[in-house]
């Protein structure tokens, strides 16, 4: 029985990315000059292509001038969940209109030219799905892709990759229902396949290489058709958030409740009794 494995490399020489370009061409050009340098980098049936989201934001025209970032957070805010003042500002993690959680909504200065500032796409899945049908089109093979971005997560120091956009991949293994390597049965265990492709992906890729596509080998069980649920899929449902509210939001609903308690249980001014 083989051993199980797979392998990921970083995609060189893909241009810095503006408004309007085709990113299909440009990525499809930086593919096929890397099989120039190494023939088995050429792309096969079942290679998934993780890409940042960054490029496709920025050949999606949503660069916004830096001057406008807080305005153009609040845009794309649906709530704000926490919010931290500190002497170099104010930090809010916020609920994204994609149903993201994340810091100033996932807009940042990194790795974009001065002077501007860069929004997520505006529906990362849409963007996965044209790329993904573009590109099998181009190759003529069978390809998954990711769109990822970079979060970070509760009770956990630093960020990691996770997949905002996906098409022609499975998102998700749902192990519920089945049993363990010691025969236990298993009753919540869902893997996030994207989220774990996304971050190994970015271990080729990184923040600072001038890296923003890799290639995955190895998973082709995961690829499907491009119809298949997207990453949208992963932002769970608000009835089963266990850790929804910030605290100034949980401060805000207890108080509320408790008045309206009270409100309740209080006789009215007519029935109270005087005291002496």
């Known amino acids: ?9 970083g995609v060189m020489g893909v241009p810095e990315i503006g408004p309007g370009d085709d990113l299909v061409a440009l990525i499809a050009a930086a593919v096929e000059q890397s099989v120039a ?30 001057g406008d970032r807080e305005k153009a957070i609040a ?4 709530r704000i969940v926490a919010e931290r003042v500190h002497p170099g500002g ?17 807009i940042d200065t990194s790795n974009v030219p001065d002077g501007l500032a860069l929004r997520l ?34 009770w956990r120091v630093g960020q990691t990759d996770v997949a905002i956009g996906a098409a022609g991949i499975v998102v998700t293994d749902d192990l519920r229902g089945g049993v363990d390597a010691n025969g236990r049965p298993l009753n919540v265990t869902i893997t996030v396949l994207a989220d774990e492709l996304a971050g190994a992906a970015d271990l080729v890729k990184g923040k600072a290489s001038g890296i923003p596509v890799a290639v995955v080998r190895g998973l ?6 491009t ?15 266990m850790f929804r509210f910030g605290s100034a939001e949980a401060y805000r609903l207890g108080y509320e409740a408790a008045l309206a308690e009270t409100r309740e249980t209080s006789p009215p001014p007519s029935k109270r009794v005087k005291q002496d």
């Not at 930090?91 to 100033?104: D, K, N, P, S, Y």
């Not at 796409?121 to 769109?147: K, M, N, Y």
Request: aromatic residues 2%; hydrophobic residues 40%; glycine residues 6%.
């Open 227 to 241: 119809d298949a649920p997207g990453a949208r899929t992963l932002v769970r449902p608000v009835d089963e958030d």
């Open 121 to 154: 796409p505006e529906d990362p899945d849409r963007s996965a799905r044209q790329l993904c049908l573009r590109l099998r089109a181009h190759f003529g093979v069978t390809l998954g892709i990711i769109v990822t971005d970079t979060l970070g997560r509760p």
């Open 220 to 225: 082709a069980r995961l690829v499907t058709d």
């Open 75 to 78: 845009q794309d805010t649906v």
């Open 90 to 106: 104010v930090t809010q993690i916020v609920e994204t209109r994609h149903g993201l959680i994340m810091a100033a909504a996932g």
């Open 37 to 66: 340098v190494d023939p088995d980098n050429r792309l096969q049936d079942g290679d998934i292509l993780v890409i940042t989201s960054k490029i496709v934001s920025k050949a999606e025209g949503m660069q916004v001038p830096v």
């Open 1 to 9: 029985m083989p051993m199980p494995r797979y392998t990921v490399w």
